[in-house]
């Protein structure tokens, strides 16, 4: 794993920032967008999604200048990472305060963190806070899956209705060719 510090340009949601890494004499400036590894919060567009975005800003407050720590690639090619604010400490991590906050649930864990994670996010199913207030809290994994099944049916539907709409134009085209042809227009 490897630890460096890293320009934050900017919060993207509650589990995803953006970086520059590398500012040496040799090594050009690399922009890149890190997932947060061990957590997994709302999407933007769902329920304590935004609530969550704004907890992450809050808590990095105005810094430009975090510590990142590699932890894996994501299936897009992304950085999965933890970030702190300082020396790397897994208790002072942002990621693991998001649980501990109950802004993000604990997502696909496994190494030396885990109980640590897995603790913060029990104590905040039992103070009931943030996401977990909500009875009918709904996993971003779930929501996501439900979001692209809408988007499926969307495309399918368009797709249905360009080729509806192809097959009226060209039955129109083939009863004008026929009357042009047999002379009925």
Request: charged share 30%; glycine share 8%.
């Amino acid at each position: 794993m490897k630890t460096s510090r890293v320009k934050l340009n900017k919060v993207i949601d509650g589990d995803t920032v953006d970086v520059t890494i590398g500012r040496g004499f040799f090594k050009k400036a690399e922009r890149s967008r890190i997932r947060l590894w061990g957590m997994d919060a709302p999407e933007t567009s769902q329920k304590g999604g935004d609530e969550a975005t704004k907890h992450l800003c809050r808590m990095i407050g105005g810094k430009t200048t975090i510590t990142l720590e590699e932890m894996d690639r994501d299936q897009y090619g992304r950085i999965v990472g933890v970030i702190y604010p300082g020396k790397a400490r897994p208790e002072k991590s942002y990621n693991y305060r998001m649980v501990k906050d109950g802004h993000a649930e604990c997502y696909l864990l496994s190494g030396e963190n885990t109980a640590l994670y897995q603790q913060a996010e029990e104590e905040a199913k039992t103070k009931k806070i943030n996401i977990w207030k909500d009875r009918n809290y709904q996993r971003p994994t779930d929501f996501r899956k439900q979001e692209n099944a809408k988007q499926e049916r969307k495309s399918r539907f368009l797709l249905k209705l360009k080729l509806t709409a192809a097959a009226v134009a060209l039955a129109a085209l083939a009863l004008y060719l026929a009357g042009k042809y047999l002379g009925t227009w």
